[in-house]
């Protein structure tokens, strides 16, 4: 149940961005409280997995997936139609392709994506409540207001100029979060690699020895 609301996120994604790319104010307005839906769903499908006792490594790997689907896209769409710079979703690509390779070496070992680093730090961003819900609540509000301002703009209101640099302000500091919360994950993941190689090399080594005595 848990991983079909994981799922369904995916066709809303579909048309919210329709419904941002048709540009009517009113329609555009009307993305607010779609998106907070699809962010919303995001909590549901958690709480379902963890009363019905559903959570599993797959369930885990879809929520992921859906969370990153939905901020690439809208990332992608705000620089698409101008309201962003370019670097924005290129900073967060680059940081989510490169720590869900990392995460994958992880979950083939059978190591939930956030239980692969150890240090206290490390944890507190990659883990804690407080960072999460950090990253969440900004990257919603950098969503939201950003979608208030293509109405804006649509409208040429002149309340825009300042929306916009609101906007701006929070985009980047869920970026700087971003970042923030994906180096433990990359640094971990180099000591999980570097740990693998050398059970590799020490289990091939070992077969050597057996094949030769």
């Known amino acids: 149940m848990a991983n079909l609301v994981t799922l369904l996120r995916f066709p809303l994604m579909i048309a919210l961005v329709v419904m941002l790319y048709l540009g009517r104010p009113g329609l555009v307005l009307g993305c607010v409280p779609f998106l907070i839906l699809i962010i919303l769903m995001d909590t549901l ?42 670097a924005v979703p290129l900073i ?56 208030i301002d293509l109405a804006l703009r649509e409208l040429n209101h002149p309340w825009d100029g300042w929306v916009h640099i609101i906007a701006l302000g929070l985009t980047w500091l869920a970026v700087l979060i971003c970042v923030a919360r994906g180096v433990p994950v990359l640094v971990s993941g180099a000591a999980l690699l570097s740990r693998s190689d050398r059970t590799r090399s020490s289990v091939s080594n070992h077969q050597t020895v057996d094949r030769e005595q």
């Not at 240090?119 to 950003?146: D, G, H, W």
């Open 92 to 147: 967060v690509i680059v940081r989510g392709v490169t720590v869900d390779a990392v995460r994958a070496v992880g979950i083939s070992q059978g190591i939930p994506p956030f239980n692969q680093v150890s240090s206290p730090i490390s944890r507190f961003l990659v883990s804690s409540k407080v960072m999460r819900s950090s990253y969440s609540v900004s990257k919603a509000f950098a969503f939201n207001v950003l979608i």
């Open 45 to 86: 499908d958690g709480n379902l997995a963890r009363r019905r006792g559903e959570t599993s490594l797959l369930g885990s790997a879809l929520d992921i997936a859906a969370d990153r689907t939905l901020e690439l896209i809208l990332w992608v769409v705000f620089a698409n139609l101008g309201l962003i710079s370019v």
